[in-house]
């Protein structure tokens, strides 16, 4: 199998959360942080349609600004929601690794 055939996580709510819990930022740089940091390029529909979504959740809010690009940051309910997906994650990790190891017994 070739390098990257399987793609790349890419769950935009977790993507976007993950990159707004270092801080805030406009949409841009949670593109550029998210392909640095997971190897995912998103669109910008994608993103933007993303944002709307975790805004309407209560889980990422606008920041006042005056400059043309709104900066966004993590809720406390957006920090909760991460964590509980970081701790799934972690558990199908978990079990995919110990069934790894049962394949290569065989």
Known sequence: MKSGELGRFADTSFL???????????GYAMMEDILKFSGTQLEPGTLYGAITRLEKRGWIRALDSEERRKPYEITSDGATAL????????QVSSVGRSRLQILEGF
């Open 83 to 90: 964590k509980k997906q970081v701790e799934t994650l972690e």
């Open 16 to 26: 976007i959360l993950s990159s707004l819990a270092s801080g805030p930022k406009h």
